[in-house]
């Protein structure tokens, strides 16, 4: 069964943290880079970070600096470690693969940053 499973979302103050954690099935996680994108209200999805197979990176320059996309290939799990949160982070997170133009996409995780 293709699935992607996120967790970890919530409501945090701004300046804190929080980290989603997306369980995917091997047949994706094995196959294709994967990526977290967001979509807040009344905006269109957007990408927030990429990580592919051999651990290279990008990042939403909203983002660089303050969040970190990592993979551990064991539990075929994606994170992301968001530190600093601002309110403007405030959005619906979505682990999706492959990054570019994503073929499959999670159920979606909500995070809230309170300011």
């Known amino acids: 069964q293709v699935q992607l499973v996120e967790s970890g979302g919530g409501l945090v103050q701004a300046g804190g943290s929080l980290r989603l954690s997306c369980a995917a099935s091997?047949?994706?996680?094995?196959?294709?880079?994967m990526a977290w994108y967001r979509q807040a209200p009344g905006k269109q999805r957007e990408l927030v970070a990429a990580?592919?197979?051999?651990?290279?990176?990008n990042y939403a320059d909203s983002v660089k600096g303050r969040f970190t996309i990592s993979r551990d290939n064991a539990k075929n799990t994606v994170y992301l470690q968001m530190n600093s949160l601002k309110p403007e982070d405030t959005a619906v997170y979505y682990c999706?693969?492959?990054?570019?133009?994503?073929?499959?996409w999670g159920q979606g995780t909500q995070v809230t940053v309170s300011s």
């Open positions: 999706a693969a492959p990054p570019a133009s994503p073929a499959y």
């Open positions: 091997e047949s994706i996680f094995s196959l294709y880079a």
């Open positions: 990580i592919t197979s051999g651990d290279s990176t």
